[in-house]
């Protein structure tokens, strides 16, 4: 069974930071990509950050210049570090990982449950 943990949401002021992280568990074979989401209410899902298997790193416009995405292959965990953060950023983070096991020869991507950041004075 392959399980993702995420945490590290809260209650921030705008111009505070968060660290999240994910940790992903289970039978695994390879990683290709390791990624944060968000989804605001009444907004669709958009992607934050993203990391591949060899250290490339993608942004959405919106996060460039605040947010880092990073990882830890040792223990199959990456994070990511928000600064500067606006009430815009306010949404469920939810973490996001496209790996291979014994169960699917093709990438398949698995979700974590979600947390929430609040970023309000």
């Known amino acids: 069974q392959v399980q993702l943990v995420e945490s590290g949401g809260g209650l921030v002021q705008p111009g505070g930071s968060l660290r999240l992280s994910c940790a992903v568990s289970?039978?695994?074979?390879?990683?290709?990509?390791m990624g944060w989401y968000r989804q605001a209410p009444g907004k669709q899902r958009e992607m934050v950050a993203q990391?591949?298997?060899?250290?490339?790193?993608n942004y959405a416009d919106s996060a460039k210049g605040r947010f880092t995405i990073s990882r830890d292959n040792a223990k199959n965990t990456w994070y990511l570090q928000m600064n500067s953060l606006k009430p815009e950023d306010t949404a469920v983070y939810y973490c996001?990982?496209?790996?291979?096991?014994?169960?699917?020869?093709?990438?398949?991507?698995?979700w974590g449950q979600g947390t929430q950041v609040t970023v309000s004075s």
């Open positions: 996001n990982v496209e790996l291979r096991n014994q169960f699917t020869v093709l990438p398949t991507s698995y």
């Open positions: 289970g039978t695994i074979f390879s990683i290709n990509v």
């Open positions: 990391i591949t298997s060899g250290g490339s790193t």
